[in-house]
């Protein structure tokens, strides 16, 4: 059948190609058309029987998983490779998306988690084919743009730690609420180490995604409302679990459902992103319609920007999805904006002055800058931040025009 999805598995273990065919002859909608033990005869395979998705085993004698992704890349690119792996480093994933991979599952996982995977790269390298059989630019999917029910998914992100993710994405919520006027709701994406609830005093003690997730995984869920907290600045929070090892129970699937669920009883969901590029950030990113990704004014920063940048096209995420923020953006540290962007390839979309003054302040008493020190300029640069995530999608057109203006004010200011 036309619609049938045609996997090849590849894995240097017998017993584990065995039982992930079997596996996945349960699914009326796939096929498994093959098995290669080998990254080498993977390729060998794939040029004869055009595979949709390609099943690879990271770790294998002979050629490795990434080499053979690398390679089928251009000997076979109409299929699309999930990378299977039993280790979850960030850089492993990175490597593997770099190297062309679509999706990574980290073993052990589960048969749900597996078919998911398989169908979800599938559908999107078919409406990737699609538009490209059209001719039309690739854009996001109508439910990735948030036209369906619900609010909109802002996830705000970098691939290095430290430049300012949690301050702006509280920030960014508060003024949301309070000077649009929406209902916001944070999302506290960093499920070993969130500090959302610190940043706004909240108590430790409170309900966080570690109680949502086992009454949504029973199906007994009636309302959000138990487990997101009331924050005074107006807007509502979902904290990360108290503990570190209590985000070992968040999968990606969790996580797609949960931000599902935020989103029809909000306008924004704001998520505070970990730097650490694992499979449950991704879940998070593929899911947001805007990615506010962050930079600093450092080289690290910089070049993991660039990384992030290809990956992010590996995955088949238009240019508009991925917002470049630069944080402390008038910080003197003798790199220039103009270095930036040329380095990178492309235009900063936003800028945010550093402000050590009002920032820490705020975060010592527990309080939003955007409350404390609403006339700060660093508020302002929030705010217009605001203006431009929210109203883009009020009116996509206007929105872009007055976004343009902003931007050449701001880097006029500080350049
Ligand atoms: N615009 C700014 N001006 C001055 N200080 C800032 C600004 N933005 C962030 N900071 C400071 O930089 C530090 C890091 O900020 P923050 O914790 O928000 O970053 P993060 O990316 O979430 O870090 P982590 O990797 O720890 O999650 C904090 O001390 C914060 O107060
Ligand atoms: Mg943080």
Redo the contacts with the bound molecule.
Sequence with gaps: MADQIRVLVVDDIPETRDHLTKLLGFESDIDVIGSAASGREAIQMAGKLHPDVVLMDINMPDMDGITATEQLSTTAPGSAVVMMSVQGEADYLRRSMLAGAREFLVKPFSSDELTASIRQVSLREREKQSRIRAGAPVTPSASATGDGDGGQIVAVF?PK???????VAVNLAVAVAKELGKRVVVMDG?FQFG?VGVLLNLNPKSNSIADLIPVLEAGEIDSIDTFVVDHSSGIRVLLAPPSPEMAEMITPAAVKQVLEILRRSHDLVVVDCT?FFNDTTLAILDAADVILT?LSLEITSIKNIRLFLEVAEQLGYESGKVRLVL??ADSTLGIRVADVEHSIGRKVDET?????RS??YA?NRGIPFFVSNREAQ?SQDILRLARSVVGERAGAAAGADSRKSAQKKSLFAWR
């Design positions: 970098s730690g430290g430049v300012g993710r949690t301050t960093s500090d730097a962050m944080n402390r945010i002055v550093s402000d050590g920032v820490v975060l660093v």
